[in-house]
C-alpha cells in the first residue's frame, strides 16, 4: 500500500522559514517523480512543485520560483519541500504526491498524502 505522510507543518511570521517532509512508503521511491501541491482556504488544488525520479529535474510554479526549493533523499524515501520568505498567501494545506511519470506528477498524481497545515501570520 502506498503511503505518503508529510509532516512539518506550523504557524510562520510572514518573512520566516519553514521546511516540510514527505515520507514514502509501500512503492520503489526512486521510481517515481514527486511533487507539492496546496489548498488555500476557500480555493481549489495549486500545483506547486515537482521533481523527477533522481532529482535531475525539477519544476516551480511562478508564484514560488526563489523562494521555495523541492529536494529529495532516496536513501530515506523522503521528499523535502524548503520554504523561505514565507507570504501570507502561501498559508494552505501542504499536500505531498507520487507518480511514476514527471508530467503527470505536475497535473493528476496517482498517489496523496493526507496534507499538513502551513499557516503564515503575523
Known amino acids: 500500500e502506498v503511503q505518503l505522510v508529510e509532516s512539518g507543518g506550523a504557524l510562520v511570521q510572514p518573512g520566516g522559514s519553514l521546511r516540510l517532509s514527505c515520507a514514502a512508503s509501500?512503492?520503489?521511491?526512486?521510481?517515481?517523480?514527486m511533487s507539492w501541491v496546496r489548498q488555500a482556504p476557500g480555493k481549489g488544488l495549486e500545483w506547486v512543485l515537482a521533481i523527477s525520479w533522481n532529482g535531475g529535474s525539477t519544476y516551480y510554479t511562478d508564484s514560488v520560483r526563489g523562494r521555495f526549493t523541492i529536494s529529495r533523499d532516496n536513501a530515506k524515501d523522503t521528499v523535502y519541500l524548503q520554504m523561505n520568505r514565507l507570504k501570507p498567501e502561501d498559508t494552505a494545506i501542504y499536500y505531498c504526491?507520487?507518480?511514476?511519470?514527471?508530467?503527470?506528477?505536475?497535473?493528476?498524481?496517482?498517489?496523496w498524502g493526507q496534507g499538513t497545515q502551513v499557516t503564515v501570520s503575523s
Open positions: 509501500g512503492f520503489t521511491f526512486d521510481d517515481y517523480a
Open positions: 504526491a507520487t507518480d511514476p511519470s514527471i508530467s503527470t506528477v505536475r497535473s493528476a498524481p496517482a498517489y
